[in-house]
């Protein structure tokens, strides 16, 4: 059974759809964009589909690892049982997933049991109140997203091994036993845009591309990028919170198809040492109810401050300062790991600075508008993100910050960066993002952080504790650099 897209579901609609199925998965988001979820029977579904059911607050209460949190955390700990939240299915959401016999799919989204207000921490609850602002001014918001990721192909243990069991789970055995530097790329060599290396796995590079459209998350650009064994992924932009969905479902799409092939698709920020990170770039606008860009300027201001600006309307000028002055107390969320701040370095095509231009692909903030584009597509890109950030976060992130900056009217107090100028050099005006996990999430949490503003001290305690958890693992891991540098020599 096929459904046309674009097809309300809803309570009613939910017998007939599933009318030819047995079983319904389910999935929520966790602080790390990790999808959490389970398998359950039509007839269970059916039942739950209005009012919810209980799902485990531990997925609230531990890393990405199943480990608990160092801290006690109000969401999810030891004293409140690890209660059960209650999950309610986005009946929105609704996809099957294609390389699962077509098994119905929907997310859901996580609320307290006893207040029924949306879990402060589910990424999907935090970006819905965020939009709900801006909706309730007659407002939308449209963004894109674009992803980077490495992939691998661990050689199996077993060579006679067929294809479909050399899961990701070799690349874990592999590691074991064996230095990360010698895990071997899927093709090697720098081809950024070729067309013959995808050739060299072509079911598994048009797999992707046409799983997901039939996923309901499609690709409006795939190529190569520069480095070994790298792809690049443009979904197709929509609207902010559908976005998100595709953006998080992404990777599950990339994950799953993978693993039939024996490939570990890679999302952390920084895989290789001296070869450029993988990126998690975010595209947003603001729509009027007739999907009127409102960044686009009526006429050109030819007494516009900056050169940069004069087609960018009062509101997107406004938004802009949000994001300027509020970028680097959000620094945990776009740049949510260890690793992340290894991307985040000087020469290698990322921003490290507050920073902004008129097309400018060196600053954190790249503003698309006209002459080189149409009106009706100006918009931002925001740089700093890596692929190993959590999608929902994010753009929660970039629309708090800029619609803080249109409520307040913000003026935009720094300069573009000059075409040829690099970001972090002497004619950059911009501070100096954070260079490491640690710095990011004390701006993060500091008493007066914007984050606190816009997000709430609940929100901003319980994600600067996941951090300060995955700090406290850093600290005391001793690692393979520490080990060689200095068994001999100290």
């Known amino acids: 059974m096929s459904?046309?897209?674009?097809?309300?579901?809803?309570?009613?609609?939910?017998?007939?759809?599933?009318?030819?199925?047995?079983?319904?998965?389910?999935?929520g988001v966790d602080v790390d964009g990790i999808l959490r979820g389970k398998l359950i029977s039509k007839k269970k579904f059916l039942?739950?589909?209005k009012?919810?059911?209980?799902?485990?607050?531990?997925?609230?209460?531990?890393?990405?690892?199943?480990?608990?949190?160092f801290r006690e955390l109000k969401i999810s700990n030891a004293d409140n049982g690890y209660h059960d939240l209650i999950a309610i299915p986005d009946l929105s959401s609704f996809r099957r997933i294609p390389w699962e016999d077509d098994v119905p799919f929907f997310l859901v989204s996580f609320f307290d049991p006893d207040s029924r207000k949306p879990v402060s921490a589910c990424p999907r609850g935090l970006l819905k109140t965020t939009v709900d602002k801006l909706h309730e001014k007659g407002y939308g918001a449209m963004a894109g997203a674009e992803y980077e990721f490495f992939q691998f192909k661990a050689p199996p243990a077993d060579s006679n091994a067929p294809l479909s069991e050399r899961n990701n789970s070799s690349t874990v055995t592999f590691l074991r036993e064996n230095p990360v530097n010698t895990l071997p790329s899927l093709t090697e060599g720098m081809f950024g845009y070729s067309l013959t290396r995808p050739v060299h796995n072509q079911e598994y590079y048009y797999g992707i591309f046409d799983a997901c459209e039939k996923f309901n998350c499609g690709i409006e650009g795939w190529h190569t990028e520069s480095g070994p064994g790298v792809f690049e992924a443009a979904l197709s932009f929509g609207e902010i919170q559908q976005m998100a969905d595709k953006a998080g479902l992404f990777k599950y799409v990339v994950k799953s198809v993978a693993t039939k092939y024996g490939i570990t698709p890679c999302f952390?920020?920084?895989?290789?040492?001296?070869?450029?990170?993988?990126?998690?770039?975010?595209?947003?606008?603001?729509?009027?109810?007739?999907?009127?860009?409102?960044?686009?300027?009526?006429?050109?201001?030819?007494?516009?401050?900056?050169?940069?600006i004069e087609n960018l309307s009062d509101m997107g000028r406004y938004f802009l300062a949000g994001l300027l002055e509020g970028l680097p107390d959000i620094m945990p969320i776009v740049a949510p790991t260890i690793n992340s701040y290894k991307r985040l370095v000087e020469?290698?095509?990322?921003?490290?600075?507050?920073?902004?231009?008129?097309?400018?692909?060196?600053?954190?903030?790249?503003?698309?508008?006209?002459?080189?584009?149409?009106?009706?597509?100006?918009?931002?890109?925001?740089?700093?993100?890596g692929a190993d950030a959590n999608p929902f976060y994010v753009l929660s992130a970039i629309l708090a910050l800029g619609w803080r900056g249109v409520e307040k009217k913000l003026e935009i107090k720094q300069a573009p960066l000059g075409k040829g100028q690099d970001v972090g050099g002497k004619a950059d005006p911009g501070v100096r993002l954070a260079k490491s996990l640690k710095e990011a999430t004390e701006r993060f949490m500091r008493p007066k952080s914007i984050a606190r503003e816009v997000f709430g001290d609940e929100f901003v305690?319980?994600?600067?504790?996941?951090?300060?958890?995955?700090?406290?693992?850093?600290?005391?891991?001793?690692?393979?650099w520490e080990v060689r540098r200095y068994i001999e020599t100290v």
């Open 3 to 27: 459904e046309k897209k674009g097809d309300e579901v809803t309570i009613g609609s939910l017998p007939k759809l599933l009318e030819n199925d047995t079983k319904v998965k389910l999935a």
């Open 47 to 49: 039942g739950i589909a």
């Open 51 to 69: 009012e919810g059911f209980g799902f485990c607050s531990v997925i609230f209460g531990w890393d990405m690892h199943d480990q608990t949190y």
């Open 268 to 308: 952390m920020a920084k895989p290789r040492q001296g070869l450029p990170g993988n990126s998690g770039h975010m595209h947003i606008s603001i729509v009027d109810k007739n999907g009127k860009n409102l960044f686009a300027r009526e006429e050109k201001d030819t007494e516009a401050k900056y050169k940069d």
């Open 347 to 385: 020469n290698f095509w990322a921003p490290v600075t507050v920073s902004w231009g008129l097309e400018h692909r060196a600053a954190s903030i790249r503003l698309i508008a006209p002459p080189t584009s149409k009106p009706g597509a100006t918009r931002f890109e925001v740089r700093v993100p």
């Open 461 to 480: 305690e319980h994600y600067a504790g996941t951090r300060e958890h995955e700090i406290r693992l850093w600290d005391e891991a001793v690692t393979d």
